[in-house]
């Protein structure tokens, strides 16, 4: 357990104070547009219930709120959080938590989506298979989850963040595994590039079987 904290830890520290939350509002647009493979794949969640892990500034919050039944939003920094309540404070539909870093505070079957984008692609694998074993515990039956991750392949010899756009060690096919060792079944996943690297990362829809 020690060392699952430890990275949480370490990628944590290089969010808590970033430039970045500012930075991605512009960029809000790419992933809603009508046609992108985002907007066309968070449509096929259930938002009854859904979690957006590591929300960040709610920059996707925000619109969601305005069409979901019940949204959690979870971040390891209390003033992510914060800034998410000030930000949705007109929303009576949202419910904040600050998590570990590796799981959901929530009980089981009890969430019919979860989405991360723009923030797992950071995250170590022991944290993302941390994360796919405790999605397949709060998903009820059918539940959906939509992750945006990394399909970096080279060793995890080194600081993630000397890697291209920060992304930590992932594949597709590692992430498949994953699921499979945590009873989730692959809907559907997309390999694609960031920026002027190709197939750096990939979108995975998976489903509590």
């Known amino acids: 357990m020690s060392d699952i904290r430890e990275s949480v830890r370490q990628v944590g520290l290089s969010w808590e104070k970033s430039a970045y939350y500012e930075n991605a509002e512009r960029l809000t647009d790419v992933f809603w547009r009508e046609g992108t493979l985002f907007r066309r794949l968070f449509e096929k969640l259930d938002l009854s219930a859904v979690v957006e892990l590591a929300c960040g500034h709610g920059r996707h919050a925000e619109r969601i709120a305005q069409k979901c ?95 291209p756009h920060a992304r930590n060690h992932m594949t597709k096919e590692l992430f498949a595994e994953y699921c499979g060792e945590a009873n989730l079944l692959i809907e559907e996943a997309f390999v694609l590039g960031w920026g002027s690297e190709p197939n750096l990362d990939c979108v995975s829809l998976v489903k509590r079987a």
């Open 69 to 163: 039944g019940q949204l959690t939003l979870m971040d390891i920094h209390q003033r992510n959080i914060d800034f998410c309540r000030d930000r949705l404070a007109g929303f009576s539909n949202v419910a904040y938590f600050v998590n570990s870093g590796f799981d959901f505070p929530l009980p089981s079957s009890s969430q019919t989506a979860i989405f991360c984008y723009d923030a797992m692609v950071h995250f170590s694998p022991d944290v993302v298979r941390s994360y796919l074993i405790d999605t397949a515990r709060v998903l009820k039956t059918g539940g959906l989850a939509l992750y945006h991750h990394s399909n970096y392949s080279e060793p995890s010899g080194r600081p993630y963040y000397q890697n």
